[in-house]
């Protein structure tokens, strides 16, 4: 099957296989952290492959060694300062837009490290696959913040009130068996073939009827949907009210010198 390159701005890789759209996250110098250029280029990413008729499935990856960082700490640190590039804090809100909003089949192929939003954005997936070596944590008490993306939410809906309470509570590391156990992913597989083989999954997706999928993932996203919002307001609501304080601006100044979230 031929592959196609799709015009692409900022830190993304955009190929189509088929029916098929692969969008890689592609700042590997910064473990693909999401700064607001690469906020921008998830989105349009979203963005143009719902419009795009010729798109029935997208796959999300990382390259590199990780799947994605997370937030970018140097970013998130000069926002809290009130220091922040434009557009710094829209980004986020405009990519959870776009994922709510995503009414096409929609998978994770996690290579290696998950941080953070590289771990909550999973939620949103409806199919995720992880490389045997993937280790997912969520380190939000450790920066002083609280639950992002919908996660207090969508983790106890993935993996059950307690499970999502200890990963959420503690940020431990999530291994690639128990992101499978646990309902994170559909399954793991060497990181080799991560994929190839999660391509292979999306394209057994694509066969389907495209207006039948979109039929399906509407009706996944309209059970949800006011749930999902007022997770999200809360934990907004949450984030102001606790950006300001002295513990968490300790907090990521104690994270962002040590770089010890991934």
């Known amino acids: 099957m031929s592959t196609v390159a799709v015009p692409a701005t900022g830190p993304v890789i955009v190929e189509d296989h088929g029916t098929v759209r692969l969008v890689t996250f592609d700042r590997p110098e910064a473990r693909n952290a999401f700064n607001v250029a690469m906020y921008e280029a998830v ?72 941080v953070g939003l590289g771990f909550t954005i999973l939620a949103h997936c409806d199919l995720v696959v992880v490389s045997d070596d993937a280790r997912l944590r969520v380190p939000f008490a450790e920066l002083g913040v609280p639950a992002e993306a919908g996660s207090s ?23 690639a068996e128990e992101a499978v156990t646990s ?49 999200r307001r809360r934990e907004d609501a949450a984030f102001a009210a606790l950006v300001g304080s002295v513990d968490n601006a300790a907090a990521l100044g104690r994270i962002e010198s040590t770089g010890r979230l991934a």
């Open 43 to 114: 989105t349009n990413a979203l963005v143009t492959a719902k419009e795009d008729d010729a798109v029935q499935v997208v796959v999300l990856t990382g390259s590199g060694s990780a799947f994605s960082a997370g937030q970018d700490l140097k970013e998130m640190a000069a926002l809290v300062a009130g220091d922040g590039p434009p557009g710094a804090g829209e980004g986020f809100r405009g990519l959870m837009d776009a994922l709510g909003g995503f009414d096409k089949p929609l998978l994770a192929a996690v290579n290696g490290v998950g």
């Open 153 to 175: 939410y969508l983790f106890p809906l993935r993996m059950g009130a307690q499970r999502a309470a200890e990963v959420l509570f503690t940020g431990k590391w999530v291994t």
């Open 183 to 231: 309902g994170v992913a559909l399954r793991r597989v060497a990181p080799e073939a991560l994929v190839a083989e999660t391509m292979a999954l999306a394209r057994t997706v694509a066969a389907g009827s495209p207006q039948s999928l979109r039929a399906i993932k509407a009706l996944i996203l309209a059970s949800h949907a006011d749930a999902l919002a007022a997770a």
